[in-house]
């Protein structure tokens, strides 16, 4: 059973920045793609960005181009999420799952942690 869990998360201001972690226990990360997803109050889930085990990455989200960044950190056996620039919007529980192969386009994601959130509001 894959387990991941999210950190990280927090009240900034407009324009601020966070770092969203996403950490693994009993499994190396580096094994997986990993992607980030956010559910905002009343609103679906929606997927963000994806790392796959090579470090290919697709972007979900037009919203956040140019502004979140995904990245991986093997010695630390973790995949963060930087977001830049944030602005209200961004408002919401943010989520990292693992489609259980190397690739961000194969399988489905799934062994979502519990989330992260993170509320932007000055």
């Not at 997986?32 to 963000?48: M, T």
């Not at 995949?79 to 690739?103: F, H, I, R, W």
């Amino acid at each position: 059973q894959l387990q991941l869990v999210e950190s990280g998360g927090g009240l900034v201001q407009p324009g601020g920045s966070l770092r969203l972690s996403c950490a693994a226990s009993g499994f190396s990360l580096d094994d997986y793609a990993i992607g980030w997803f956010r559910q905002a109050p009343g609103k679906e889930r929606e997927g963000l960005l994806c790392i796959s085990s090579h470090d290919g990455r697709t972007n979900y989200a037009d919203s956040v181009k140019g502004r979140f960044t995904i990245s991986r950190d093997n010695a630390n056996n973790a995949v963060y999420l930087q977001m830049n620039s944030l602005k209200p919007e961004d408002t919401a529980t943010y989520y990292c799952a693992t489609t259980g192969t190397l690739s961000c386009r194969v399988g489905n994601f799934g062994s979502w942690g519990q989330g992260t959130r993170v509320t932007v509001s000055s």
